[in-house]
């Protein structure tokens, strides 16, 4: 964690703390449904960061539906307002973790949200070359219900879809 005489983590903390001391006036600003399905998101992004980095994947899979299918592209138009904010929560709640929550946590955390409502969505895990090397690889993960891209959207197009769960 030092390079040199510097720590490398301390930005890292610093910019969670400033985070932290944020959060109370956004907390006010939040009606009672965003209040819970934020404390919904957070819990969950801790529990599926513990069992990303304890379990095999293929057990973690099988909690986010069929491999290789997808869901359909219409919803009602409530079910799709309360998929954009479970994915608003889930990526509000990702910026304010001590841990890392990237793509993964976030994609798996937003679908357990929604198929806990009933909503139907998918998860794609995708790769792309890193650089112009085809040995460095970087995956992504993004979920998408009905036509929208709720977690994960920013750089989706570059990706190869390798695995989709519905």
């Keep these: 964690m030092t390079r040199g005489s510097r720590n490398v ?9 400033a985070t932290l001391r944020a959060a109370p006036a956004k907390w006010r600003r939040r009606n009672g449904a965003e209040r819970l399905l934020l404390l919904e998101a957070l819990l969950l992004l801790g529990v599926v960061r513990i069992l990303i980095l304890t379990i095999p994947f293929r057990w973690l899979a099988v909690s986010l539906g069929r491999r290789m299918t997808e ?16 994915g608003q929560a889930v990526r509000s709640a990702a910026g ?5 929550s990237v793509c993964l946590p976030q994609a ?12 139907n969505a998918t998860l794609y895990l995708g790769v792309a070359k890193a650089d112009n090397r085809s040995e460095n ?14 977690t994960g959207a920013a750089g989706h197009r570059q990706f190869t879809v390798v695995a989709s769960f519905s």
Aim: proline share 5%; glycine share 8%; with cysteine.
């Design 71 to 86: 869901s359909g592209l219409h919803l009602t138009p409530s079910a799709l307002r309360q998929a954009s904010m479970i």
């Design 108 to 119: 798996v955390a937003g679908k357990w949200m929604l198929k806990r409502r009933g909503i």
């Design 137 to 150: 690889l970087a995956a992504h993960a993004w979920l998408r219900c009905g036509d929208q891209i709720i």
């Design 96 to 100: 304010t973790t001590p841990w890392k």
């Design 9 to 17: 983590a301390a930005p890292t903390m610093a910019r969670w703390f």
